[in-house]
């Protein structure tokens, strides 16, 4: 026993001893990287790289990269802007959730003097908070979260459910069954409005369309995903789509011979039987970030775009009875013509929520209880951040 | 001609340490290798790596941070290890603590911080050792079998979370997110000194008094009695059956502790990764520190130094594929070197009968 403390000390003596000789040099190094801002005032730097700034992005992921899924696309986004801006990224993955592990992260990035901290998993959101506030001259921006402060401190998401709608009208056009299977994560807003436009869409092209969903409870479990699909495939459904990170649902669409629609990037090279995907494009926000840290005029903001911001997106196949048609939607939704949600929309047990000019016929509270909207306020972004119903042709409980 | 292991009379004396250093330093140029390899500068690397976990104030109390649950962890393990025990839930039971803290949060969340905390650690030590119950009666009572109850535990402190963020503890203003609700802001632990607060004061004292106990203590005595030769604790009056449960118990305690201290000093609010694999690394800090309490500190302040240059050397380019295997790496060379402290490489005959050499 004593030898053990005895031969521990020893090593930690040494490692001691030669961090103290390594150290001093390195921390001259981190000192002159300290409180060097980008100078205020200058024009947005253009595209195609300016170098000159000493801006430089660190990136949080909360599991491996991988090739395909949120990860993935966050690392694209990163390259993307990378190459856009010229500002200097890095980023490490696998950093769970709640853990001091993300704190040592985002503290030794903003040591080594990284000014711009995106953290990319939603329970980051707290910790990203914290940093900003302990750190004014670092900017931070958290995704698919809803915190932000008046300096430093911005979060950015999606609406997926525009490409979500696109996606619906696809997989209608593909089944014969007029029967789709949706293995869902979590019964969030975010999950059920994506498969309420998904479900919209489909129905725009094929009125008689049903969408079974099954939820899973969780974000990332190929085993219990890809027991969920059998089960919807069994069912009946000949189309199968998916709001999870594995590509578990697209394995089993291949194997019964069924179509599968992705989700978060294009999963063609991963999945036979892939048409298309609702996919995450982070590229242009993070080059907006970036652009805008490094000339030193970032304005935080609660971000949520759409399909006009490049955010989010969907490949129209050409192969597609409806491409045309789906061309069409994409383009009245970019310009503005068209809405999801507009319109007349019905709940799963047939009774109206909106009427024609798409204001609310009833009162809306969200799973919690809380008031989300009243008869008569229109289908607004309130409301859709809070959805809690299934509308007319979902088969499964919006509970969960 | 063949290798096989063979026990020492007794563990070498200046060779065991020779063996820890030669086994760490061949782990060091492995890593070098795999490092020129996919094109990085291995000085530039491990220099990265000290700096980063000894270099500074700051890294210092990074790693000591990082040391805190792996210490308690580790001791955990370790004490149900010295008398031959496998608790290989510490990672269920740091969950478990992690609720306990939570719960007592939520009932009185306007108590004031002096009273809140110490009341949050209390729980997270009862939840622990409550969530040992079962295996130690299960093992005492029936002898059935520790290592698999504990290890099928882990998971089940998980889903019980994720039952409490999507249910009765789910967080109203979150969005409808499945989180569970902030804790209240005077449930931080105090700062000590740059990253570190006090709970690496509670983890050293506990670490510490531990070591220090079992090593000089009957009681410990007993228990190295008791994980030596059953037979032999039988004979000289000890009870193993209480014994048997009050240690699991003990150990399910204190990594419910380690829960308690996570959740009130470096998390937010309870989450699903409130464990953080650190259950599991202790059972590697219990056998660096070859299952003695007293080895325990050291051992978990280097293993922390470890993870917290892996970590940071990520963020320099390195790719977390070669950052985690590097840091195996170094552990494997730290474990393997303990096996030649009391083992040596003979050679045999190939003549040898197959059964000689297993």
Known sequence: MKRTSRMLLILLAVLAMMAAACGSDDEAEAGGSEGTEAPGGTEAPSEGGEGASDAKAAF??????????????????????????????????????????????????????????????????????????????????????????????????????????????????????????????????????????????????NPDIEVEVVWTSTWFDPGVEGNAAQALIDNGADVLTMHQDSTATGEVATEAGATFIGYHSDMSAQVDAYLTAPVW?????????????????????????????????????????????????????????????????????????????????????????????????????GILLGMSFFVEGVIGSAEG | MRLRLERRDRPLRGGQVRAFVVGVLIAFAVGAVLLVLSGHNPFEVYQKMLDSSFGSWRGLSTTLTQAVPLGLAGLAVAVAGSMGLWNIGAEGQIVAGAIGAAWVARLGPDLAGPLLIPLMLIAAVAAGGVYALGPALARSRLGVNEIITTLMLNEVAIRIVRYLQNGPWKDPTANNFPVTPELPAQAALPDLFERSNIGLLIAAAVILGFGVYT????????????????????????????????????????????????????????????????????????????????????????????????????????????????????????????????????????????????
């Open chain 2, 215 to 358: 090593a000089r203590s009957a009681w410990g005595y007993e228990l190295r009695v008791a994980g030596s030769s059953a037979d032999a604790a039988r004979y000289a009056g000890i009870s193993l059956k209480a014994k048997i449960f009050t240690v699991l118990v003990l150990s399910g305690a204190i990594a419910g502790l380690a829960g308690g201290i996570e959740l009130t000093g470096s998390s937010s609010r309870l989450v699903e990764g409130v464990g953080g694999g650190y259950g599991y690394a202790g059972i590697i800090v219990a056998a660096l520190a070859l299952m003695r309490p007293s080895g325990v500190a050291a051992v978990a302040v280097a293993f922390g130094a470890v993870q917290v240059g892996g970590l940071a050397i990520q963020t320099t380019g390195v790719p977390a594929s070669i950052a985690n295997t590097l840091q195996a790496l170094i552990l494997f060379g730290a474990l393997a070197a303990g096996v030649f402290g009391n083992y040596r490489v003979v050679r045999t005959a190939a003549a040898a009968p197959a059964g000689a050499t297993a």
């Open chain 1, 281 to 381: 494009d982070f590229t242009p926000r993070y080059t907006e970030i970036l652009s805008s840290a490094a000339a030193g005029n970032f304005t935080p903001e609660s971000f949520w775009g759409g399909i006009a911001d490049g955010i989010v997106d969907i490949a129209i196949p050409d192969g597609s009875p409806v491409a045309a048609e789906m061309k069409e939607v994409r383009e009245s939704i970019i310009n503005g013509e068209f809405d999801v949600f507009e319109g007349e929309i019905i709940a799963q047990d047939g009774s109206a929520i909106t009427d024609a000019d798409g204001n609310l016929v009833v009162d809306l509270q969200d799973s919690f209880g809380n008031d989300i909207g009243a008869v008569g306020d229109a289908l607004n972004d």
């Open chain 1, 60 to 205: 949080i992921m909360v599991a491996p990269i991988g090739d395909a899924g949120w990860n993935f696309m966050h690392n694209e986004g990163r390259l993307g802007a990378e190459e856009a801006t010229g500002v200097e990224t890095a980023y490490v993955d696998s950093i769970p959730e709640g853990s001091a592990e993300f704190d040592n992260a985002v503290q030794q990035f903003i040591d080594d003097g990284y000014n711009i901290i995106i953290t990319t998993s939603f329970n980051y959101m707290d910790a990203t908070e914290q940093f900003a506030t302990d750190n004014p001259d670092v900017v931070f921006e958290h995704i698919s979260g809803f915190k932000m402060n008046d300096t430093n401190f911005g979060n950015t998401f999606g609406r997926m459910y525009q490409p979500r709608y696109i996606a619906g009208m696809a997989a209608a056009a593909a089944s014969e069954t007029n029967r789709i299977g949706y293995v869902a994560a979590f019964a969030i807003p975010e999950v059920i409005r994506g498969i309420n436009a998904f479900t919209l869409g489909a129905q725009a092209v």
